[in-house]
């Protein structure tokens, strides 16, 4: 036999300076100063983790999913898809989603063409992938489109009672979902509903285009979303979602409802790097309407906002409420730009509403040419039926405004609170909004209490104490609750 000595490893045996190395631990231990020393460091070291996790958790940005690749892969002409804008596809959506529903993954890939299909159900571990050129039709004959209940938290088909007519695309509870593309589109042909709209010829609410519901991990990227019966994209109890790089339109005018973006009782979501432009609201954060929002009790939280464009003519860029019964808050937005609008950003709701909207910043805010820049409203009386509490009162309070700037703006702040619903701790900080013409009030305040820090124009109203760039109190306000407004501009 061998030496067997060869096989037995190097550190069995420790080199004199190794030794000495452990023998000198106990006493460095044994001192006062290098004990103290440690136990600072640990606390140090622990303290900084307790921050990081408590930062996060309360104030932290959107879970967000990062969606697989898909290894099976299908074509829509696969399934006997015809893309020329007549021949109703409809079928063939089906039978693709049906086949990656069974596969247990997959993703379709709409080539350029028409696609005209009546509405149709995503499923989970899917992507949607519209190519260059690739145009999804919705036919706009309500017939084929199916009646679904009202949302639980709105218990009313949000314009005529009873059902509501189902999405273009729609989903419910999914996980992992991908719509994206190479600026492919999504075409609701919104026009015949708007007419109808008008004059009254339908009898149920209008559907919106893409409407995802009690699902999470959902991304929708680089596509072109138009002309929508009602609200555009329309997430619903949904988590984790990312709303990147999407154009969104609708005419500006004779487009009703047309909402671009409206996250509803959702929680952990990003919109980002979008262009806007459409007959109502570009987005609308909610959270159910009245006692029925009260009672489903789902918020819309967590939410960032930010890099988007957006012009609407009828309504806002960036509107809270006005159904938000289930309450909003955590909501940031940053670098927006609201051009040729009607309002910047708007916070809306009324008695009966109940919930809450509050931890809401708005920094980094460009206005060109809009009419009102930010508006606070709490009698937007609009009810689902007779059953709402007239004394559930919203709470409305830590909202903030930093870095705020615009020309052409023809009322820079309108807040509007009430002896029932007043407006609590707002902030703003570093204003300089150019504005159309003189006018006496232009700063406009209804029982609100808050705060100037710093210099800002237009002047503040006298609701709000004023504060030095230090944090040192200028002017104390004699009364949050006076009432400076200017209905008539």
Same mark, same amino acid.
């Given at each position: 036999m061998?030496?067997?000595?060869?096989?037995?490893p190097?550190s069995t045996?420790?080199?004199p300076?190794?030794r000495?190395?452990?023998d000198?631990?106990? %006493?460095?231990l044994?001192s006062?100063r290098t004990?103290?020393?440690l136990i600072w460091a640990?606390?140090f070291?622990?303290?900084i983790?307790w921050?990081?996790?408590?930062?996060?958790s309360?104030?932290?940005?959107?879970?967000?999913?990062i969606?697989?690749?898909r290894?099976?892969?299908f074509?829509?002409?696969?399934f006997?898809?015809? /893309?020329?804008g007549?021949t109703?596809?409809t079928?063939a959506?089906?039978?693709?989603?049906?086949e990656i529903?069974?596969?247990?993954g997959?993703?379709?890939?709409?080539?350029a063409?028409?696609w005209?299909?009546a509405?149709f159900?995503?499923t989970s571990?899917?992507t949607l992938f519209?190519?260059?050129?690739?145009?999804?039709?919705g036919?706009?004959d309500?017939n084929y489109?199916?009646?679904?209940?009202?949302?639980?938290s709105?218990?009313?088909g949000?314009? *005529?009672?009873?059902?509501?007519?189902g999405?273009?695309?729609?989903g419910?509870?999914?996980?992992?979902?991908?719509i994206?593309?190479?600026n492919?589109? &999504?075409?609701?042909?919104? $026009? =015949?509903?708007?007419?109808?709209y $008008?004059?009254k010829?339908?009898?149920?609410? $209008?559907?919106?285009?893409?409407?995802?519901?009690w699902?999470?991990?959902?991304?929708? !990227?680089?596509?072109?979303?138009?002309?929508?019966?009602?609200?555009?994209?329309h997430?619903?109890?949904?988590?984790?979602?990312t709303?990147?790089n999407?154009?969104?339109?609708?005419?500006?005018?004779g487009a009703?409802?047309? #909402?671009g &973006?409206d996250p509803? !009782?959702c929680?952990?979501m990003?919109?980002?790097?979008?262009?806007?432009s459409?007959? #109502?609201d570009g987005?609308a954060?909610?959270?159910?309407?009245?006692?029925?929002?009260i009672?489903?009790?789902?918020?819309?939280?967590n939410?960032l906002?930010r890099?988007v464009?957006?012009?609407?003519m009828?309504?806002?860029?960036v509107?809270i409420?006005?159904?938000?019964s289930g309450?909003?808050? *955590?909501v940031?937005?940053?670098?927006?730009?609201?051009?040729n609008?009607?309002?910047?950003?708007?916070i809306? =709701?009324t008695?009966g509403r109940?919930?809450?909207?509050?931890?809401?910043?708005?920094?980094?805010?460009?206005?060109e040419?809009?009419?009102?820049?930010?508006?606070?409203?709490?009698?937007?009386?609009?009810?689902?039926?007779?059953?709402?509490n007239p004394? %559930?009162?919203?709470?409305?309070?830590?909202i903030?405004?930093? *870095?705020?700037?615009g $020309?052409?703006?023809?009322i820079p702040?309108r807040?509007?609170?009430?002896?029932e619903?007043p407006?609590?701790?707002?902030?703003?900080r570093d204003?300089l909004v150019g504005?159309t013409?003189?006018?006496?009030? &232009?700063f406009?305040c209804?029982?609100?209490?808050g705060?100037?820090?710093g210099k800002?124009?237009? /002047?503040p109203c006298?609701?709000l104490?004023?504060?030095d760039e230090e /944090?040192?109190?200028?002017r104390?306000? =004699?009364?949050?609750?006076?009432?400076? =407004?200017d209905?008539?501009?």
């Open positions: 061998g030496d067997s000595s060869r096989f037995l190097r045996s420790f080199r300076e190794s000495r190395l452990l000198s631990i106990p %006493a460095l044994s006062p004990v103290l020393a640990a606390v070291i622990l303290l983790f921050q990081r996790a408590a930062v996060d309360f104030w932290g940005p959107p879970t967000l999913h969606p697989s690749l290894s099976l892969v074509n829509l002409t696969d006997g898809a015809v /893309g020329d007549v109703v596809n079928k959506f089906e039978m693709a989603i049906s529903r069974s596969r247990g997959g993703q379709l890939n709409v080539e063409g028409r005209l299909t509405p159900n995503l571990h899917m519209l190519a260059e050129n690739a145009v999804i039709l036919i706009d309500e489109w199916p009646l679904m209940p009202p949302l639980p709105y218990g009313y949000r314009e *005529r009672a009873g059902p509501r007519y999405s273009l695309i729609h419910q509870n999914l996980r992992d979902v991908v994206t593309g190479h492919g589109t &999504i075409n609701g042909q919104g $026009r =015949t509903w708007w007419t109808k $008008r004059k010829h339908l009898n149920y609410t $209008r559907g919106p285009l893409v409407q995802l519901m699902s999470r991990d959902i991304q929708i !990227s680089d596509v072109t979303l138009r002309d929508s019966p009602f609200w555009t994209l997430p619903y109890d949904c988590q984790n979602v709303i990147r999407v154009t969104i339109l609708a005419p500006l005018s009703p409802n047309t #909402d &973006i509803d !009782s929680e952990n990003l919109i980002e790097d979008c262009y806007i459409v007959g #109502d987005i954060i909610k959270s159910g309407w009245d006692q029925y929002g009672a489903y009790a789902r918020p819309s939280t939410i906002i890099n464009i957006v012009r609407s009828i309504s806002a860029g509107s409420g006005s159904e938000m309450g909003v808050s *955590r940031t937005v940053e670098n927006l730009l609201v051009w609008s009607k309002r910047g950003v708007r809306k =709701t008695a109940g919930g809450y909207v509050r931890q809401i910043t708005y920094q980094n805010l460009t206005l040419n809009v009419r009102v820049g930010i508006v606070m409203k709490t009698d937007y009386n609009e009810h689902p039926d007779e059953g709402y004394k %559930a009162l919203p709470v409305i309070e830590d903030n405004f930093d *870095r705020i700037r $020309r052409g703006v023809r702040v807040i509007y609170g009430s002896k619903i407006v609590r701790n707002v902030t703003f204003m504005i013409y003189k006018k006496k009030r &232009i406009q209804s029982f609100v209490h705060r100037v820090v800002i124009f237009p /002047g006298v609701n104490d004023v504060y /944090g040192r109190l200028v104390q306000s =004699t009364s949050h609750n006076s009432i400076e =407004t209905y008539d501009s």
